[in-house]
Nanobody, 116 residues
Framework: QVQLVESGGGLVQPGGSLRLSCAAS????????YGWYRQAPGKQREPVAL???????THADSVKGRFAITRNNAVNTIYLSMSSLKPEDTAVYYC??????????WGQGTQVTVSS
C-alpha cells in the first residue's frame, strides 16, 4: 500500500503561483512513477505531469512552460510548481503513484482556485 497526502492548494489571483506537495509513505520502494492529475467541475480528470523513478518528466501541453513536477527523495515528496496561473487551471489536483505491480494509488486531492 502507498499513502499519498496532497497539500498546498488555495485561492490565487490570475498570473500568480502555487506549489503543491504530495507526501508519499508506505511501500514507496515499489513505486515506478508519480503523477499529478486535475479535475475541474463538470469535466473528466486529466493528466497534468508525470515523473518516473529515473527522473524522466513529462507535462501536458496546456501547462508546459508554466508547471513543473519535481521530487525530493530525501523527504519522499513530489511537488508541482505552478506559475502564470489561469482561471482555467481551477480544479482539484490529485497526486497518484504507480507501482511495479501496476497498482495505482491516489491521494485525496487539493483544491486550486484561480480567481480575481
Amino acid at each position: 500500500q502507498v499513502q499519498l497526502v496532497e497539500s498546498g492548494g488555495g485561492l490565487v489571483q490570475p498570473g500568480g503561483s502555487l506549489r503543491l506537495s504530495c507526501a508519499a509513505s508506505g511501500a514507496i520502494s515499489s513505486v515506478v512513477s508519480y503523477g499529478w492529475y486535475r479535475q475541474a467541475p463538470g469535466k473528466q480528470r486529466e493528466p497534468v505531469a508525470l515523473i518516473t523513478d529515473d527522473g524522466y518528466t513529462t507535462h501536458a501541453d496546456s501547462v508546459k512552460g508554466r508547471f513543473a513536477i519535481t521530487r525530493n527523495n530525501a523527504v519522499n515528496t513530489i511537488y508541482l510548481s505552478m506559475s502564470s496561473l489561469k482561471p482555467e487551471d481551477t480544479a482539484v489536483y490529485y497526486c497518484n503513484a504507480m507501482t511495479r505491480g501496476s497498482e495505482l494509488y491516489w491521494g485525496q486531492g487539493t483544491q486550486v482556485t484561480v480567481s480575481s
